[in-house]
């Protein structure tokens, strides 16, 4: 009954190419790793951020690896494996055999893990099954950061699919300030960062500038440093950090997470277009 859920869930996908195909598995056993986890107290300690969650909750077009978390307060006591018990045993029941590999490090703020299965593709009914040699795995990030900057605000969404569970998330204002923290602080280039940040602007999110301002005192280029954050400010970092960018080889990060029909639209992705979209970040 567990095995048929998840294929008639797949089978909605209509996917057209095993890329596409692999993209929905891992999506939805995303949700099922989210409501295992809205079984225990996680999502009273942590909110869920990051491109999975505007996926999920928000409709982003395009798919995302990881499940990004981060703490409602500061704990750096905070211990994964407790929560990757819980997991093992609730995906057992949907036919997966995790292999769980925590890389946690107490040094560390952020606690990360790794899910890993290779039974699912058994189990299903792939219209892209590979003609020889193994199936494809299938892999799952989490992070969760245990030190997280201060000033974000949360809410809560229920997750309809495998079965209703609630889900604590940062707010839209919350996630975009850690979006534009990424697109000016993350050390290397990553086009679906430019891809969320398109989202955002033609949604006219307004930013958190309270909780960007500490993410950036808290780590980046500007750690340690009081800086006036406002819209002013963003723009101006925004715009310096467009025209530095290879939009060819931002063009390559996302073209894999979106779908066919969508590819035509990465064409549009220049200088001129990301400086047009900045002028987008509401006033107010």
């Not at 909605?12 to 949700?31: F, G, M, T």
């Not at 219209?127 to 605000?153: F, H, Q």
Request: hydrophobic residues 40%; contains cysteine.
């Amino acid at each position: 009954m567990s095995i048929q859920l998840i294929q008639d869930r797949l089978d909605r996908y209509a996917c057209r190419s095993s890329l596409e195909e692999d993209q929905a598995v891992r999506e939805i056993s995303q949700e099922i790793v989210l409501a295992g986890l809205g079984r225990t107290d996680f999502f009273k300690r942590a909110g869920f951020q990051g491109g999975t969650c505007l996926r999920i909750f928000r409709g982003l077009n395009r798919f995302s690896e990881g499940l990004d978390f981060a703490l409602l307060a500061p704990d750096s006591s905070f211990a994964l494996p407790p929560y990757l018990e819980t997991l093992t045993r609730e995906l057992a029941a949907y036919g997966y055999e995790f292999e769980i590999e925590d890389r946690s490090n107490a040094a560390q703020a952020v606690r990360k893990a790794f899910l890993k299965d290779d039974s699912m593709g058994s189990l299903l009914r792939l219209s892209y099954r590979p003609a020889n040699g193994p199936l494809r795995k299938l892999r799952i990030k989490l992070e969760v950061d245990t030190r997280p900057p201060a000033g974000a605000a949360y809410e809560t969404k229920v997750l309809d699919f495998p079965f209703p569970s609630a889900v604590c998330l940062l707010d839209l204002p919350s996630l975009f300030a850690g979006k534009i923290h990424a697109l000016l602080c993350r050390e290397y280039m990553k086009g679906r960062d430019w891809y969320d940040f398109i989202w955002y602007t033609a949604h006219r999110t307004p930013i958190q500038y309270g909780l960007l301002s500490s993410a950036l005192r808290q780590n980046g280029p500007w750690q340690g440093q009081v800086i006036a954050v406002d819209r002013d400010w963003c723009v101006n970092q925004l715009h310096q950090k467009i025209t530095s960018i290879n939009w060819q080889q931002a063009r390559r990060d996302v073209q894999r997470f979106i779908k066919p029909p969508e590819l035509p639209s990465l064409a549009l992705w220049s200088p001129e277009f990301f400086l047009s979209q900045c002028e987008k970040l509401p006033t107010d």
